[in-house]
């Protein structure tokens, strides 16, 4: 069973930093892509970033380019993303989730397997 959970959510002032952190449990980590989405109150869950198999790509929604940054560590089965510029509107529910061994592939919901639990992010104005 592979189990996924997110830290390093909180309260932020706007212009402010985060860094937040997904452990995945399982031998097969490497294999997979990985990404970040969000889901405000009353909105529906978006991608925010997403990374290869091999961290060689990387991709982001164009509302946090230039901002936020997806990284992975294979050898610690472990996929951050760190957030600067922070913004009111990036306040949400950050998940973390793998996407399924399939061709084609894109960054959509339906393109992902596993999802953690969440973890909350605040910006303040």
């Known amino acids: 069973q592979v189990q996924l959970v997110e830290s390093g959510g909180g309260l932020v002032q706007a212009g402010g930093s985060l860094r937040l952190s997904c452990a995945v449990s399982?031998?097969?980590?490497?294999?997979?892509?990985m990404g970040w989405f969000r889901q405000a109150p009353g909105k529906e869950r978006e991608f925010v970033a997403g990374?290869?198999?091999?961290?060689?790509?990387?991709f982001s929604a164009d509302s946090v380019k230039g901002r936020f940054t997806i990284s992975r560590d294979n050898a610690k089965n472990t996929v951050s993303l760190q957030m600067n510029s922070l913004k009111p509107e990036d306040t949400a529910v950050y998940y973390c989730?793998?996407?399924?061994?399939?061709?084609?592939?894109?960054?959509?919901?339906?393109?992902?397997?596993?999802w953690g639990k969440g973890t909350l992010v605040t910006v303040s104005s």
């Open positions: 989730a793998r996407r399924k061994l399939r061709y084609p592939s894109a960054w959509t919901v339906d393109d992902m397997d596993y």
């Open positions: 990374i290869s198999w091999s961290g060689a790509d990387t």
């Open positions: 399982g031998r097969t980590f490497s294999s997979y892509a």
